[in-house]
């Protein structure tokens, strides 16, 4: 049985016949959708969505930063004035 990672589950069923009844008695909390028993999906708050998406950025930035930073020891120095 895989791991349900959210405090809140709700059926396919139960979504589809109100999603918004759902999302509200949610309270801002993740909600894992089960199909048959098993989760298929996560329902997140669009904030929560948001804050992940800006948090995936920052690590993306972060590696592209520490491959830079590797390519400096390459690099050559050159004086502006002498071009």
Known sequence: MEA???SRS????ELKKNPSALIEQADG???A???HNRPTAYLI???AYEALLDKLEDYQLGL???ERQAE???A???DIDEL
């Open 4 to 6: 349900v990672l959210a």
């Open 10 to 13: 709700a059926s396919i069923s």
């Open 29 to 31: 909390e993740p909600i």
């Open 33 to 35: 959708i089960l199909n």
């Open 45 to 47: 708050p669009a904030a």
């Open 64 to 66: 592209l930063v520490r």
């Open 72 to 74: 400096k020891l390459q």
């Open 76 to 78: 050559i120095d050159v």
